[in-house]
């Protein structure tokens, strides 16, 4: 039997990704033309998106094209080009690959993103994004717009909701004059109702797999949650997750789940390596491993349900998982744990995104002490797979299992 044969068998594929290519490939479809009718604006991955697409300004995601460059095993090669015009290895390969192929953009996979005409950054997953889009207007001529979103420690008191509100109106401002464009209340209105819809509906495509066996595991998310990171506010996305929970909502009916024998349900923790995301949970499908949860495609949950949109939108942004304390981070991994019936964890320390990885040490053992459930840390990167050692991995995991099957 052949090595693909063995994974299907293994892992089953869900039907509705045929069209959640077609929603993607859509999506690049509008961001080409909006780059050519001069309306288009790049934006980080924690960014206010509804005020832009409320504004008719197209938007595009290098954070999401980086993933599509580690995919297809473009990241050294991408990551080399920045590294030659000076900058550091040590800087994230989100950034690396993007500066590469604004740089050889024939050499990159869809030969890179379309032009932007505005870039607009928002720091409450990533300090990185601000100088990375420095580096991206001085090569493009693209202005860059910073929504700054200072760290929370508990609750967010009405002075910081205030201030990140004004970032918002100035945001505004900053689109009106950069697109000859307004913002309509009922536009916003009806942009962020139809993204609180769609994030509800992905919320239960994630809260489903609290079922034994869990009908969807860790890779299946991370390709579905495109449309949730970088498509709010259409249409064609809330189609799309409707579908996706009805197939969904059809294995758990059935007793059908994401892998065919599952032993062991574990947690992931931080960005997957994306060169290597399906060969890992394929390998791990075998034994009997799955994903139930992982607190990256869980922080894309929330909701915009107060009068005032706008303040709404300031609230939401600023309480992201990353924008909190290791005291959050903790509470967060505990919480999924004991939600979704996990017998351990793995914690992807990713050389790229100190942000997200900052910590995990100390969270291993506070998580472990606080649920009772082990875990491991392994180290590699989310794009360039220079910068990870397979066997030190596979080695790792391995003495997790250990313990669990």
């Known amino acids: 039997m052949s090595e693909k044969a063995k994974e299907e068998k293994a892992y089953r594929v869900l039907e509705s990704h045929g069209f959640l290519q077609r929603v993607v490939f859509r999506y690049m479809l509008e961001g080409h ?5 001069g309306k288009l604006a790049w ?12 504004m008719d300004v197209g938007v595009s995601y290098p954070e999401q094209y980086g993933a599509v460059i580690g995919s297809e095993k473009a990241g050294p090669k991408l990551c080399g080009y920045a590294e030659e015009l000076g900058y550091s290895q040590e800087l994230c390969s989100y950034a690396r690959a993007s500066i590469g192929s604004v740089k050889h953009p024939e050499e990159s996979p869809l030969e890179g993103l379309p032009a932007p005409q505005a870039l607009l950054a928002c720091n409450n997953i990533c300090g990185t994004v601000l100088r990375w889009y420095d580096a991206i207007s001085q090569m493009t001529g ?9 760290p929370l420690e508990g609750e967010q ?17 900053f689109l009106s004059e950069q697109f000859g464009t307004t913002l309509e209340e009922d536009k916003l209105r009806e942009v962020t109702d139809l993204a609180t819809e769609t994030i509800g509906v992905w919320t239960q495509c994630l809260e489903a797999c609290k079922n034994k066996p869990s009908p969807l595991n860790c890779a299946d998310r991370f390709l579905a949650m495109a449309p949730v990171v970088a498509i709010r506010g259409r249409d064609y996305t809330l189609e799309y997750y409707q579908m996706l929970l009805n197939e969904v909502k059809d294995r758990v009916t059935n007793g059908l789940g994401a892998i065919r024998d599952e032993k062991v349900r574990l947690l992931w923790d931080n960005i997957p390596p994306w060169f290597r995301v399906f060969r890992i949970m394929g390998s791990l499908a075998k034994r009997g ?6 607190t990256y495609t869980h922080a894309w949950t929330g909701s915009f349900k107060d009068e005032d949109r706008m303040d709404s939108i300031a609230s939401m ?11 959050a981070k903790v509470d967060k991994m505990c919480g999924l744990i004991k939600d979704y019936d996990l017998d351990g964890f793995v914690m992807f320390s990713v050389r790229s995104c100190k942000r997200y990885s900052l910590g995990q040490l100390v969270s291993k053992e ?3 002490e606080r649920t009772g459930v082990p875990g491991v840390v392994i180290e590699g990167d989310m794009v360039d797979s220079r910068l990870q050692n397979d066997a030190q991995i596979e080695t790792r995991l391995d003495a997790l299992l250990e313990m669990l099957l």
Do not use: C, M, Q, W
């Open 33 to 37: 033309a909006a780059s050519e009718e």
């Open 366 to 368: 506070l998580v472990s």
């Open 142 to 150: 693209a202005p860059v717009f910073l929504v700054d979103t200072p």
């Open 317 to 327: 942004y600023s309480n992201v998982y990353l924008n909190k304390g290791l005291e």
């Open 157 to 173: 008191l009405p002075h910081h909701i205030a201030y990140v509100r004004h970032g918002l109106d100035d945001l505004v401002s």
């Open 43 to 54: 934006v980080t991955s924690g960014f206010p998106v509804e005020i832009p697409v409320a």
């Open 289 to 294: 491993v799955v994903f139930p949860a992982d």
